[in-house]
Protein backbone atom coordinates (compact mmCIF):
# COMPACT_ATOMS: atom_id res chain seq x y z
CA UNK A 1 0.00 0.00 0.00
CA UNK A 2 1.52 3.34 -1.02
CA UNK A 3 1.62 5.91 2.05
CA UNK A 4 0.21 9.46 0.81
CA UNK A 5 2.34 11.20 2.98
CA UNK A 6 5.07 10.00 1.58
CA UNK A 7 4.05 9.77 -2.16
CA UNK A 8 7.24 11.24 -3.68
CA UNK A 9 9.67 9.10 -1.90
CA UNK A 10 7.24 6.18 -2.58
CA UNK A 11 7.36 7.40 -6.25
CA UNK A 12 10.93 7.54 -6.33
CA UNK A 13 11.45 4.10 -5.27
CA UNK A 14 10.28 2.93 -8.75
CA UNK A 15 14.57 3.50 -9.69
CA UNK A 16 15.85 0.22 -8.65
CA UNK A 17 18.82 0.42 -7.47
CA UNK A 18 21.13 2.81 -5.41
CA UNK A 19 23.51 3.63 -8.85
CA UNK A 20 20.61 4.52 -10.73
CA UNK A 21 19.23 7.00 -7.98
CA UNK A 22 22.62 8.96 -7.57
CA UNK A 23 22.72 9.37 -11.32
CA UNK A 24 19.08 10.00 -12.14
CA UNK A 25 19.37 12.82 -8.77
CA UNK A 26 22.73 14.41 -10.38
CA UNK A 27 20.84 14.87 -13.50
CA UNK A 28 17.50 16.46 -11.63
CA UNK A 29 15.40 13.18 -13.34
CA UNK A 30 14.16 11.38 -10.18
CA UNK A 31 10.50 10.24 -10.67
CA UNK A 32 9.13 13.14 -8.21
CA UNK A 33 10.87 15.63 -10.20
CA UNK A 34 8.66 14.55 -13.31
CA UNK A 35 5.50 17.24 -11.80
CA UNK A 36 3.20 14.47 -12.68
CA UNK A 37 -0.15 14.36 -11.60
CA UNK A 38 -0.86 12.09 -8.46
CA UNK A 39 -3.22 9.28 -10.47
CA UNK A 40 -0.47 8.94 -13.01
CA UNK A 41 2.25 8.50 -10.01
CA UNK A 42 -0.22 5.70 -8.63
CA UNK A 43 -0.58 4.48 -11.84
CA UNK A 44 3.32 3.78 -12.81
CA UNK A 45 3.58 2.76 -9.12
CA UNK A 46 1.34 -0.63 -9.22
CA UNK A 47 2.96 -1.20 -12.52
CA UNK A 48 5.91 -2.84 -10.36
CA UNK A 49 7.61 -1.76 -13.37
CA UNK A 50 11.93 -0.57 -12.42
CA UNK A 51 13.97 2.43 -13.88
CA UNK A 52 17.71 1.21 -14.21
CA UNK A 53 20.38 3.16 -15.80
CA UNK A 54 22.81 1.10 -17.75
CA UNK A 55 25.56 1.13 -20.89
CA UNK A 56 23.93 0.16 -23.11
CA UNK A 57 20.29 -0.42 -23.52
CA UNK A 58 18.44 -3.89 -25.71
CA UNK A 59 17.06 -1.40 -27.88
CA UNK A 60 17.84 1.11 -30.76
CA UNK A 61 16.16 4.07 -28.39
CA UNK A 62 18.24 5.48 -25.54
CA UNK A 63 15.43 3.86 -23.51
CA UNK A 64 13.95 0.53 -23.57
CA UNK A 65 10.88 -1.30 -21.61
CA UNK A 66 12.01 -4.74 -20.86
CA UNK A 67 8.46 -6.50 -20.37
CA UNK A 68 9.87 -9.72 -19.26
CA UNK A 69 11.98 -8.11 -16.60
CA UNK A 70 9.58 -5.55 -15.66
CA UNK A 71 12.43 -2.46 -15.87
CA UNK A 72 12.74 0.37 -17.98
CA UNK A 73 16.91 0.85 -19.17
CA UNK A 74 17.75 3.97 -19.46
CA UNK A 75 21.34 4.83 -21.57
CA UNK A 76 23.67 6.29 -18.74
CA UNK A 77 25.48 8.24 -21.21
CA UNK A 78 21.40 9.64 -23.01
CA UNK A 79 21.15 10.89 -19.70
CA UNK A 80 24.11 13.25 -20.15
CA UNK A 81 23.58 14.03 -23.82
CA UNK A 82 23.78 17.76 -24.51
CA UNK A 83 21.32 17.49 -26.97
CA UNK A 84 18.49 16.81 -25.12
CA UNK A 85 16.66 18.64 -22.68
CA UNK A 86 15.66 17.54 -19.60
CA UNK A 87 11.91 17.08 -20.48
CA UNK A 88 12.92 15.45 -23.63
CA UNK A 89 14.65 13.03 -21.52
CA UNK A 90 11.68 12.83 -19.06
CA UNK A 91 9.59 12.29 -22.25
CA UNK A 92 11.39 9.50 -23.41
CA UNK A 93 11.23 7.29 -20.17
CA UNK A 94 7.72 8.20 -19.83
CA UNK A 95 7.26 6.52 -23.48
CA UNK A 96 8.59 3.43 -21.90
CA UNK A 97 6.22 3.25 -19.33
CA UNK A 98 3.65 3.76 -22.13
CA UNK A 99 4.91 0.51 -23.37
CA UNK A 100 4.22 -0.91 -19.47
CA UNK A 101 0.65 0.64 -18.97
CA UNK A 102 -0.12 -0.82 -22.41
CA UNK A 103 1.54 -4.64 -21.43
CA UNK A 104 -0.16 -4.24 -18.42
CA UNK A 105 -3.87 -3.90 -20.34
CA UNK A 106 -2.53 -7.09 -22.79
CA UNK A 107 -3.28 -10.78 -22.05
CA UNK A 108 -1.12 -13.54 -23.71
CA UNK A 109 -3.24 -15.14 -26.19
CA UNK A 110 -1.73 -18.38 -24.50
CA UNK A 111 0.22 -19.57 -21.85
CA UNK A 112 3.86 -19.57 -21.46
CA UNK A 113 6.34 -21.21 -19.54
CA UNK A 114 9.16 -19.40 -18.57
CA UNK A 115 11.69 -21.06 -21.27
CA UNK A 116 9.44 -19.56 -23.87
CA UNK A 117 9.47 -15.71 -22.84
CA UNK A 118 10.86 -13.85 -25.06
CA UNK A 119 13.35 -11.15 -23.78
CA UNK A 120 12.23 -8.19 -25.71
CA UNK A 121 9.30 -6.20 -25.84
CA UNK A 122 8.65 -6.52 -30.10
CA UNK A 123 9.18 -10.25 -29.12
CA UNK A 124 6.80 -10.68 -26.63
CA UNK A 125 4.59 -8.54 -29.71
CA UNK A 126 5.10 -11.27 -32.14
CA UNK A 127 3.76 -13.67 -30.04
CA UNK A 128 0.71 -11.61 -29.04
CA UNK A 129 0.13 -10.75 -32.48
CA UNK A 130 1.47 -12.93 -35.01
CA UNK A 131 1.86 -11.85 -38.64
CA UNK A 132 0.11 -8.42 -37.72
CA UNK A 133 3.38 -7.87 -35.81
CA UNK A 134 4.29 -4.73 -37.74
CA UNK A 135 1.09 -2.62 -37.13
CA UNK A 136 0.68 -4.02 -33.71
CA UNK A 137 4.38 -2.51 -33.13
CA UNK A 138 3.42 0.20 -34.73
CA UNK A 139 0.04 0.76 -32.48
CA UNK A 140 2.46 0.18 -29.55
CA UNK A 141 4.59 3.12 -30.48
CA UNK A 142 1.51 5.02 -30.80
CA UNK A 143 0.05 4.00 -27.41
CA UNK A 144 3.31 4.28 -25.80
CA UNK A 145 3.49 8.07 -27.23
CA UNK A 146 -0.05 8.94 -26.07
CA UNK A 147 1.06 8.09 -22.77
CA UNK A 148 3.90 10.89 -22.81
CA UNK A 149 1.38 12.97 -24.70
CA UNK A 150 -1.08 12.25 -21.51
CA UNK A 151 1.16 13.40 -18.86
CA UNK A 152 1.34 16.77 -20.43
CA UNK A 153 5.12 16.05 -22.60
CA UNK A 154 3.44 16.81 -26.09
CA UNK A 155 6.24 19.31 -26.93
CA UNK A 156 9.23 17.12 -25.82
CA UNK A 157 8.09 13.98 -26.75
CA UNK A 158 7.90 15.42 -30.13
CA UNK A 159 11.15 17.03 -29.79
CA UNK A 160 12.70 14.46 -29.00
CA UNK A 161 11.21 11.80 -31.70
CA UNK A 162 12.79 14.26 -34.38
CA UNK A 163 15.90 14.01 -33.00
CA UNK A 164 15.83 9.96 -32.25
CA UNK A 165 13.29 8.57 -34.53
CA UNK A 166 14.12 7.84 -38.29
CA UNK A 167 12.48 4.73 -38.57
CA UNK A 168 8.96 5.76 -37.95
CA UNK A 169 8.23 9.34 -39.31
CA UNK A 170 4.59 8.52 -39.38
CA UNK A 171 5.06 9.01 -34.99
CA UNK A 172 6.10 12.43 -35.52
CA UNK A 173 3.54 13.69 -38.06
CA UNK A 174 1.09 12.27 -36.08
CA UNK A 175 2.01 15.04 -33.05
CA UNK A 176 2.45 17.30 -35.53
CA UNK A 177 -1.19 16.90 -36.81
CA UNK A 178 -2.64 16.54 -33.21
CA UNK A 179 -4.06 13.08 -33.70
CA UNK A 180 -6.36 12.03 -31.18
CA UNK A 181 -4.66 10.24 -28.04
CA UNK A 182 -6.08 6.61 -27.04
CA UNK A 183 -5.86 8.47 -23.48
CA UNK A 184 -9.54 10.07 -22.91
CA UNK A 185 -10.21 13.24 -20.89
CA UNK A 186 -10.57 11.35 -17.54
CA UNK A 187 -7.43 10.01 -17.70
CA UNK A 188 -8.20 6.12 -19.04
CA UNK A 189 -7.16 4.49 -21.61
CA UNK A 190 -9.21 3.11 -24.46
CA UNK A 191 -7.62 0.73 -27.46
CA UNK A 192 -5.52 1.63 -29.94
CA UNK A 193 -7.13 2.24 -33.20
Known sequence: MAN???????????????TSQQILAS??????????????????????????????????????YV?????IEIAGDF???EDFGRDETIATMLHEFGHAVHA???QPSKQRDVKEVVDSYLGDLEHLFGDNRKKM?????????????????????HSALVKLDNISPERVTRIEESQPSVFDSSGANTKPH
Do not use: M
Open 4 to 18: KTHQVADFDSIVGDE
Open 27 to 64: ANLLPSDWRLPGYETSRILALGVKIGVVPTVRGAWPAC
Open 67 to 71: GADKQ
Open 79 to 81: LNA
Open 104 to 106: FRS
Open 137 to 157: ALDEEFFADDYARHCGFDDAL
